[in-house]
């Protein structure tokens, strides 16, 4: 990847702040307006390969809806990482692993340029984290916590091709609702691909969504 000029860096806080505030509106209905995705997101967690004994990232965990299916995953002997920068989401999140009661699952309010674990990890989940796909230096940060040759799966928005190009005004502006850089839907996969290897695409949503996997390069 190319290095982070400090106009990318202060465009990366600029779209922080956007994301953070459209967040705040919409913490406290986000899980009543996921069931339509709710498949892609168990596919996408299927795609990790998850074992017993693993630790498993939760990129931009939200109201923590994916943590148990990743929970599920690694057992009670792994770990299950999740952040998110927005405040309000990620109180739900944490309320979420109180009342379960898991021991094995912990959280940290931060963005992902900024993320530090203790230890590496061995698969990370991408699931509608458009603003982190198009950050370099958030890529950087997280595959940098990667043990090598860990999984990634990734589910997220695109625009429509074909005759159904037609509706890509109505895709941007429902992407506008949620993210702080909303826009360079056509490829939104373009800067993590190159350092994945295995990597694999299908279409979902009728081409309005994806979901891709790959390993960490280094194995």
Known sequence: MMPNSPDDLQADVA??????AKYRHRAFAYDASCGPTWPIRERAVA?????????VLDVGCGTGLSLELLRRGVGASGVVHG???????????RARVA???WSNVHLVETCAQELRLEAPVDAFL????????RS???????LALARPGATVAIAGIKYFGGWLRVLNGWVYLKNAGYNG?????STPWDRIAPRLEDWRFV??????GYLASGRVAGA
């Open 83 to 93: 952040f998110d920068q927005s405040p309000d989401m990620l109180q739900r999140a």
């Open 181 to 185: 850089a909303p826009g360079e839907l």
């Open 99 to 101: 009342a379960a009661g």
């Open 203 to 208: 279409q979902t949503q009728f081409g309005m």
């Open 126 to 133: 991408f699931h509608y984290t458009h603003d982190i796909l």
């Open 15 to 20: 779209v922080r702040a956007r994301s953070i």
């Open 47 to 55: 795609a990790l390969g998850l074992r017993a004994g693993q630790r």
């Open 136 to 142: 370099t230096a958030a890529l950087e940060r997280l």
